[in-house]
T-cell receptor, first 114, second 115 residues
């Protein structure tokens, strides 16, 4: 069965600093990988996705993620964090044999210090 | 594009009553819709997957008679929490997918409080 691990429950960074959120997955084939962001009391918004091809994917709001098959990782990065980036971030892996269904990690809460 | 509307955003009800939550894809046809439950500071727990015109597929441990899902059209799915009790209080989120590549578009969620 597929699974997703986000090792960091909570991360605090200063505004303007760089950010990396970790995500490790377990899946038997080439996965579909996603990062979503959730603001308090809201649904989730897709930041970026990986299906195939270039392993470095660009997303919205200046985020990027790199798929590393050898490490089973899909870490999210941003070179300079803004206060508005404070939110909950979820990594997800899609089961490409079960159309549409995804498994989500437990999430990482990002706090941004002024 | 790919907007999903979820209504209501917040509902308070008495124990024993039923509550219906609607999930609509506004600008696309959703081949599949998903219903999740989220507890505070926790991840999303998939409750069920529904396709238009067919019965929903429930995840293990989710009572299908308790959480009724109807997917009447390619743009509308409803979740009815029947005979709600305080332990059903939670944040319920729907999402919709329009292709086989697992991209899900989420509603804003419904906070259910059962008194």
């Amino acid at each position: 069965a597929q699974s997703v691990t986000q090792p960091d429950i909570h991360i605090t960074v200063s505004e303007g600093a760089s950010l990396e959120l970790r995500c490790n997955y377990s899946y038997g084939a080439t996965p579909y990988l996603f990062w979503y962001v959730q603001s308090p009391g809201q649904g989730l918004q897709l930041l970026l996705k990986y299906f195939s091809g270039d392993t470095l994917v660009q997303g919205i709001k200046g985020f990027e993620a790199e798929f590393k098959r050898s490490q089973s990782s899909f870490n999210l990065r941003k070179p300079s964090v803004h206060w508005s980036d404070a939110a909950e971030y979820f990594c997800a892996v899609g089961d490409n044999t079960n159309a549409g269904k995804s498994t989500f990690g437990d999430g990482t809460t990002l706090t941004v210090k002024p | 594009g790919a907007v999903v509307s979820q209504h209501p955003s917040w509902v308070i009800c008495k124990s024993g009553t039923s509550v219906k939550i609607e999930c609509r894809s506004l600008d696309f046809q959703a081949t599949t819709m998903f219903w999740y439950r989220q507890f505070p500071k926790q991840s999303l727990m998939l409750m069920a997957t529904s396709n238009e015109g067919s019965k929903a597929t429930y995840e293990q441990g989710v009572e299908k008679d308790k959480f009724l899902i109807n997917h009447a059209s390619l743009t509308l799915s409803t979740l009815t929490v029947t005979s709600a009790h305080p332990e059903d209080s939670s944040f319920y989120i729907c999402s919709a997918s329009r292709d086989s590549k697992n991209i899900q578009y989420f509603g804003a969620g419904t906070r259910l409080s059962v008194l």
